[in-house]
């Protein structure tokens, strides 16, 4: 055991985790954060809490994670290298693992242009292979990047993000191989709508022996309208959305149920496929529809330890 957390134990168990996430609100409110942990606790076996994702400013993912253990559920900590160097992403790591944050999602960070202060530096010191390298060295060595050793290291379980639908699709298992060889855990996905090339992706992953080297949660996002399918299919880089997802939400009598059932059925089918451990539920500003979907999908109740 790495870390000991609960997702851990889950996912070394060989059971099917679920995971969702939590998206920290744009104040120092915690109250959001709160309300969300006591309606979703027991419905995933740990939850991501974003880090100003979109580049959007919002309460910190280390701070919403010391709020929602309070409440008795699990955090996943997603860290990005975009604003910070490496002295301040192995100094964060240091202060989650004291907090007892034990999963951490390394990622490289989403663009700040895109975001509320197109004005900011962007650091990308490293990127989120180099990220997970550095903190997989830190907990099995207690050596720092600048060679330094250190007593008490940190004892994270590790995670990364992968999308199988993003250009150039030959280079995407390719890049999963490197972020399992730099120490990755688990690894999240982009959200999943097309499932024939989800499977060739999967083909791939299991032909390189991936799936034994990292546990894959593949993404699903419920989806409330047409529209959003159709922004999704047409606006998001990386998002792949068949034609007859946006029809089928488009002819729905009632689009969020549609969505809803179409998420059941997305998981339904995850389950099926060899080298899938789990999901990971992204519920985007809908958190209170996850537990229906948990439900609905056959995942309860979760496993405990």
């Not at 301040?88 to 975001?115: E, M, P, R, Y």
């Not at 999240?188 to 989800?198: G, L, N, P, V």
């Not at 399918?229 to 002819?251: C, L, S, T, W």
Request: charged share 25%.
């Amino acid at each position: 055991m790495k870390a000991g957390s609960n997702l851990e134990k889950v996912l070394e168990s060989g059971k099917f985790a679920v995971t969702a996430e939590i998206g920290p609100p744009q104040s120092a409110n915690p109250e959001p954060l709160t309300h969300h942990a006591r309606m979703l606790k027991g419905y995933a076996d740990a939850f991501n809490l974003t880090d100003n994702q979109t580049a959007v400013v919002r309460l910190s993912s280390i701070a919403s994670a010391v709020i929602i253990m309070r409440e008795g559920i699990e955090p996943v900590i997603q860290m990005t290298c975009r604003d910070r160097n490496r002295i301040g992403l192995q100094s964060d790591l240091f202060g989650a693992a004291a907090l007892g944050v034990k999963n951490v999602l390394c990622l490289t960070g989403d663009h700040h242009i895109f975001g509320n202060e197109k004005a900011a530096k962007g650091v990308f010191d490293f990127d989120s292979i180099v990220e997970l390298k550095v903190f997989d060295d830190l907990r099995n060595s207690g050596k720092q990047l600048g060679g330094e050793q250190i007593k008490d290291p940190p004892k994270t379980y590790l995670g990364c993000a992968e999308n199988p639908f993003a250009t150039p699709y030959e280079w995407r298992a390719a890049r999963l191989a490197k972020k399992a060889a730099a120490g990755a855990d688990f690894c999240q996905t982009q959200a999943i709508f097309d499932m024939k090339m989800f499977e060739r992706w999967m083909d791939e992953i299991r032909g390189r022996g991936l799936d034994k080297k990292v546990h894959i949660l593949a993404g699903v996002i419920p989806v409330k309208s047409a529209g959003s399918a159709r922004y999704m299919k047409n606006k998001v880089p990386g998002m792949i959305v068949p034609k007859e997802i946006v029809d089928r939400m488009k002819n729905a009598k009632d689009a969020k149920e549609e969505g809803i059932r179409l998420c059941v059925e997305q998981i339904e089918t995850l389950k099926s496929i060899k080298g899938v451990h789990g999901v990971h539920i992204m519920a985007v500003a809908w958190e209170e529809m996850i537990p229906r979907i948990v439900k609905e999908a056959g995942l309860l109740p979760r496993p405990t330890f």
